[in-house]
């Protein structure tokens, strides 16, 4: 189980009664509800609060999903909530700037899209939940804030029940449709929602805090470990283009002799930057031993991509497949192959068909006789970072030095380095 598995676990047993023992001394939540009934009842009366409308698809008689503990009760969210439209709280500019103070927020992954300086209708009347109307995400919020669009509700938690509480009910119900339309009000308000006593309902809201808390440091931890980890990858990476991962077996062809095969135009380098090689390897340049192919046949033509399609695009930065296309003209498929960002000089080693992005990269093919893995590997640790936006293959990339063993070595090396990052992959699935 994950990190994230175990948020939603802790979550799930929460909301069913199970993470906290029940007091029978606690005032039942039936009690609790009719207080709160009573309450809008009278604000309706007052003219402050309008009655909500049954909606035509709910039952009189909803289907619960589980049984409740004894003292809880079933209500809606829309019985011990109001919404409020953020019209009047929309920013009128997007020039956000982090010099300014007041938070422009979302109810999506992003939350707080930047800060305004605008000082006329802050939302104050805090805390509160606000729920993005399309996707059903929420999050809670106890800070003054203007918001980015309209696609969202504010909710106000009654006072009666712990909004927190609510909140985390919220984090882990979401209604996904196929539509593009707005949910609180047609269905996401209308959901059910265990209610313990208020009582309960804070103790359930510390104890929940206090392992989320544990979790998140957890995670925390697990992110240097994982940096830690990223290191001695590359660490083992730097042994074995240095000769010291695998050992050297005399009988194997020397490495000049499998340069001079495979181009004879190639001159082993001088060895000046890779003065202690084992015996049998020498340094050569990467254009030695790679041919390079420019990208612009295999460009996709739209960017309309989807999952259902089946030829993934691909670039060789970070982000490396990009969505999947339907074209069937221009597919690359020589393979394997190295693409190799033309700017950044980032490399991703690939092994099935595929288009590309722009012509921001080449497409390096590795002569016959050098393993493309273990070039793979060299680049994978080998970058060249400068100030200015210019294309690094052909001036200089190309030209650094790689220290290449015997190819039966090269094959070893590479078979060493997968076994130990399988080794390493495996200690961190169990994180």
Not at 222 to 235: A, E, M
Request: net charge neutral.
């Amino acid at each position: 189980m994950n990190t994230k598995q175990l948020r939603q676990k802790i979550l799930d047993l929460a909301i069913r009664g199970k993470l906290v023992p029940q007091d029978p001394n606690d005032e039942p939540a039936s009690v609790l509800l009719e207080r709160i009934k009573a309450e809008k009842e009278q604000l309706i009366k007052e003219g402050k609060i309008k009655r909500g409308k049954k909606s035509a698809t709910t039952s009189d008689k909803p289907h619960y999903p589980f049984d409740l503990p004894i003292g809880w009760a079933w209500s809606t969210l829309e019985n011990i909530t109001e919404y409020i439209q953020p019209n009047k709280y929309i920013v009128d500019s997007t020039n956000y700037s982090d010099e300014y103070e007041i938070p422009v927020l979302t109810a999506g992954k992003s939350f707080i899209l930047g800060y305004t300086n605008e000082s006329n209708n802050i939302f104050v009347d805090l805390p509160i939940i606000i729920f993005d109307d399309f996707t059903t995400d929420s999050k809670y919020v106890d800070f003054p804030f203007k918001v980015k669009s309209s696609a969202m509700k504010i909710i106000k938690v009654d006072s009666n029940i712990n909004i927190k509480y609510v909140t985390y009910f919220m984090s882990i119900t979401r209604l996904i449709g196929k539509t593009h339309k707005r949910y609180w009000i047609s269905e996401y308000s209308k959901i059910p929602i265990p209610i313990p006593p208020i009582n309960e309902q804070n103790r359930i809201v510390a104890k929940i805090d206090i392992l989320l808390q544990s979790i998140s440091n957890i995670e925390l931890n697990n992110l240097d470990i994982y940096t830690h980890l990223d290191r001695i990858k590359n660490s083992i990476i730097d042994k074995a283009i240095s000769g010291k991962l695998v050992r050297q077996d005399p009988a194997d062809e020397p490495a000049e002799e499998l340069l001079r095969r495979i181009n004879p135009s190639a001159v082993p380098a001088d060895k000046s930057h890779y003065q202690h090689l084992p015996q049998g390897w020498c340094s050569c340049r990467l254009e030695d031993i790679i041919d390079y192919e420019q990208p612009q046949r295999y460009i996709v033509e739209s960017t309309e991509y989807s999952d259902a399609y089946s030829t993934p695009v691909l670039t060789a930065g970070k982000s490396f497949v990009i969505g999947y296309t339907n074209e069937v003209n221009g597919i690359f498929s020589k393979l394997p192959v190295i693409i190799f960002d033309d700017f950044t000089t980032d490399s991703k080693y690939v092994d099935f068909s595929f288009k590309v992005k722009s012509s921001a990269m080449k497409i390096l093919h590795v002569k016959n006789g050098v393993n493309i893995k273990y070039v793979y590997y060299y680049m994978s640790i080998t970058r060249l970072v400068g100030k200015t936006h210019k294309r690094y293959w052909i001036s200089e990339y190309s030209k650094l030095e790689i220290p290449l063993p015997p190819h039966n070595e090269q094959c070893r090396i590479v078979e060493a380095i997968e076994n130990i990052n399988r080794r390493i992959d495996d200690i961190v699935e169990e994180l």
